[in-house]
């Protein structure tokens, strides 16, 4: 009779646990800028949000949270007008510098 393994439980990546501080959430947005992505941008926005209390960025961008959830998801189109909000309530500026 052969003994099988038990595999052992992965929990999923949830990189809105280790955004404790400004310096790693700034680090966290400029490395996902540097991707032009902008799924990956609105992801990260999003973890950002979670990691400092959705309710709250809601609250200090003039949004509702459910308004938030939708502009933040995967493949949503939000006007530039509520990712600059949403970034200023998460104390987030994005910066130009030359190519």
Not at 41 to 55: T, W
């Amino acid at each position: 009779m052969t003994k099988t393994k038990a595999r052992p439980k992965l929990i999923a990546f949830d990189a809105a646990r280790y955004l404790n501080d400004d310096e790693a959430i700034a680090e966290y947005m400029t490395a996902i800028l540097e991707t032009e992505d902008s799924d990956l941008l609105l992801l990260a926005l999003s973890d950002v949000a979670r990691a400092k209390g959705m309710a709250q960025v809601a609250k200090d961008a003039g949004l509702g949270r459910e308004s938030l959830y939708k502009a933040l998801a995967p493949g949503a189109k939000p006007r530039f007008e509520t990712i600059v909000k949403v970034a200023r309530a998460l104390g987030v500026k994005f910066t130009a510098q030359p190519a």
